[in-house]
């Protein structure tokens, strides 16, 4: 356990070897969901410890060590994808076909949910920055009000007015998507 004396974090390398086993896999799957790319999610959490190392002396205990990481784990995939846009996608050959499991749908319902789909990634890119972000963390990552409150360094009311917007805005411009997707 990280033991904080005079506002200070004193951490043995068996409570960091602990903190990595216990939050590494839930980090890695944040990480990749946003970036896709598997090999660059495992640098990436690494990283992600290892400036959770560097900065231990700063964390405070305000909020939840796993807050805490995930808010550095966002802006490492923050800094990554903005210094490589052509990351965000990863091309694969049509091989990856044959081995990808059909759908029970009909080629019908198949083409409306992609297209669906294309509208909702449409609509998500020009929604403002604000609003997508706690539209991500909240409804897509799972992350509580709570921890994105503390992630975005925002009021918990802010996520709440601002999720309700997102979801609002996307409701109005797509009717009848938002339900064929939920």
Same mark, same amino acid.
Do not use: C
């Given at each position: 356990?990280? $033991?904080?004396?005079?506002?200070?974090?004193?951490?043995?390398?068996? $409570?960091?070897? #602990?903190?990595?086993?216990?939050?590494?896999?839930?980090? *890695?799957?944040?990480?990749?969901?946003?970036?896709?790319?598997? +090999?660059?999610?495992?640098?990436?959490?690494?990283?992600?410890?290892?400036?959770?190392? /560097?900065?231990?002396?700063?964390?405070?205990?305000?909020?939840?060590?796993? +807050?805490?990481?995930? %808010?550095?784990?966002?802006?490492? =995939?923050?800094?990554?994808?903005? &210094?490589?846009?052509?990351? /965000? *996608?990863?091309?694969?050959? $049509?091989?990856?076909?044959?081995?990808?499991? !059909?759908?029970?749908?009909?080629? #019908?319902?198949?083409?409306? *949910?992609?297209?669906?789909? &294309?509208?909702? !990634?449409?609509?998500?890119?020009?929604?403002?920055?604000?609003? &997508?972000?706690?539209?991500?963390?909240?409804?897509? $990552?799972?992350?509580? *009000?709570?921890?994105?409150? #503390?992630?975005?360094?925002?009021?918990? %009311?802010? =996520?709440?007015?601002?999720?309700?917007?997102? &979801?609002?805005?996307?409701?109005? /411009?797509?009717? %009848?998507?938002?339900?064929?997707?939920?």
């Amino acid at each position: 356990m990280i $033991d904080f004396q005079e506002n200070e974090a004193v951490v043995t390398e068996e $409570d960091f070897t #602990a903190l990595v086993s216990s939050h590494q896999k839930r980090l *890695y799957q944040f990480i990749l969901k946003n970036i896709g790319n598997p +090999t660059d999610a495992e640098e990436l959490a690494q990283q992600t410890f290892v400036e959770a190392f /560097r900065a231990l002396s700063s964390f405070r205990g305000q909020a939840e060590l796993s +807050t805490w990481l995930l %808010g550095i784990a966002m802006n490492l =995939v923050r800094n990554y994808l903005s &210094r490589a846009p052509h990351r /965000r *996608y990863e091309f694969v050959s $049509d091989d990856v076909l044959e081995e990808t499991a !059909g759908s029970d749908h009909g080629p #019908a319902e198949a083409a409306a *949910y992609s297209q669906a789909l &294309r509208q909702l !990634g449409d609509e998500l890119a020009v929604l403002p920055e604000e609003l &997508r972000q706690v539209l991500m963390l909240v409804a897509v $990552d799972g992350i509580s *009000y709570d921890d994105a409150a #503390a992630m975005l360094a925002i009021p918990i %009311g802010t =996520v709440r007015s601002r999720l309700s917007r997102a &979801r609002a805005t996307l409701k109005e /411009r797509l009717p %009848g998507v938002v339900d064929l997707i939920e």
